[in-house]
């Protein structure tokens, strides 16, 4: 079953502009995953937050976490052409068995215009 | 340094058709998976691998067995595809220390079955 569902599904800016996109989830987590892939190509990790943080930076990136509402959002600043792709959040259970299994969202979307 | 390669990149098939997929790390990783890709299902795990000669099953194993008989390669094979199992394949791997923090994943496979 999908864990983190992605908001919106498709995102359309123009270059400079920011970007944000959410995810939401149902269960307890260990942390939360960002991931980017580009057009034909496999994903590649951005930035995790784990349960205990609100709020984490990564260059161009930030990501929050609100547990009590099971949700996170990440915000691309000054988007660039390049950023296009979609993105997907993933999901470690809080433990059990299986713990280190990562559930994926359906994913984002985004094109930057030029 | 590859990190995780796949082959073959493409493949056509006919129903009833078996082939095998392979997956190659070169980090020495301890976990591999392997996931599919559907449009509008973002990734779904298919089986996985915790280290050398085991495998368990993910959310959707049926139609699909794997093998793990080396560390650093994880085979997933189809005995009889069926028209379903088109989709895009993603190999991944991870450390047992980062396993549910970061994964590498590679370029993947895109399977059509007639």
């Known amino acids: 079953s999908q864990q983190g569902e992605e908001d919106p599904q498709a995102l359309s800016i123009q270059e400079g502009e920011n970007a944000t996109m959410n995810c939401s989830y149902k269960t307890s987590i260990n942390n939360l995953q960002w991931y980017r892939q580009n057009s034909g190509r496999g994903l590649v990790h951005l930035i995790l937050i784990r349960s205990n943080e609100r709020e984490k930076h990564s260059g161009r990136l930030r990501v929050t976490l609100d547990t009590s509402k099971k949700s996170s959002s990440l915000l691309i600043t000054a988007s660039r052409a390049a950023d296009t792709a979609s993105y997907f959040c993933?999901?470690?259970?809080?433990?059990?068995?299986?713990?280190?299994?990562?559930?994926f969202g359906k994913g984002t979307k985004l094109s930057v215009i030029p | 340094n590859a990190g995780v390669t796949q082959t073959p990149k493409f493949r056509v098939l006919k129903t009833g058709q078996s082939m095998t997929l392979l997956c190659a790390q070169d980090m020495n990783h301890e976990y591999m998976y392997w996931y599919r890709q559907d449009p509008g299902m973002g990734l779904r795990l298919i089986h996985y691998?915790?280290?050398?000669?085991?495998?368990a099953k993910g959310e959707v194993p049926d139609g699909y067995n794997v093998s793990r008989l080396k560390k650093q390669n994880f085979l997933l094979g189809l005995e009889s595809a069926a028209p379903s199992q088109t989709s895009v394949y993603f190999c991944?791997?991870?450390?047992?220390?980062?396993?549910?923090?970061?994964?590498?994943f590679g370029s993947g496979t895109q399977l059509s079955v007639l």
């Open positions: 691998s915790v280290g050398e000669g085991t495998t």
């Open positions: 991944a791997s991870s450390t047992p220390g980062t396993a549910r923090e970061k994964l590498f």
């Open positions: 993933a999901t470690a259970p809080y433990s059990g068995a299986g713990s280190y299994q990562l559930t």
